[in-house]
């Protein structure tokens, strides 16, 4: 089986992942502004990943071209982002990213990655400072927000190698 590894990466938390996939799976991994669609052709499983910004998932255009340009493909897509990952957020993700025809093409993995205000950006610090006035003025911040505060200085990243399993054995299910 051949694969193919596309994603877009600000802060580098997508790229980690991208490069750890392609390890395991013995994958190409194409940067998603650089990849064409003739590259993909010969590839019988197309593995898209990238960050979670305000739920949108960095390079979602690329993503839907590829889906509608290969519905004969395996189509895996993660993306990374700070949060836990709980179900109703994913769901929403999926949701906000996907048509229901998209979501049946595809299957969805959502891989923690961090946050780092330092690698922000000009634009990405403006909306990320709004955010954070936003979670200062709250009366009672949940733990999530007063842990995104403090990732304003002491960034976080929450990626690990062992975060793939479970989108390996998918892959290799194949």
């Known amino acids: 089986m051949k694969i193919a590894i596309i994603y877009k990466s600000k802060s580098g938390y997508t790229k980690n992942y991208a490069t750890w996939l392609s390890e395991i799976l013995g994958a190409e991994v194409y940067q998603g502004s650089k990849v064409k669609a003739e590259n993909l052709k010969d590839y019988d499983t ?14 979602i255009k690329t993503i839907k071209k590829f889906i509608s340009l290969y519905p004969d493909k395996n189509i895996v897509v993660f993306a990374t982002g700070a949060s836990p990952g709980r179900n109703d957020e994913i769901d929403s993700v999926i949701k906000r990213n996907f048509t229901e025809q998209e979501q049946k093409a595809i299957r969805f993995f959502y891989l923690r990655g961090g946050f780092d205000y330092s690698k922000c950006t000009p634009i990405d610090k403006v909306m990320m400072r709004m955010l954070e006035l936003i979670l200062k ?33 998918y892959v290799q299910s194949f």
């Open 137 to 169: 003025h709250k009366s009672n911040p949940t733990p999530d927000e007063r842990g995104m505060l403090n990732a304003y200085t002491t960034p976080m990243d929450f990626t690990k190698r062992e975060n793939v399993k479970e989108l390996v054995d």
């Open 46 to 59: 197309l593995i898209f990943g990238g960050g979670l910004y305000a739920s949108g998932i960095n390079g």
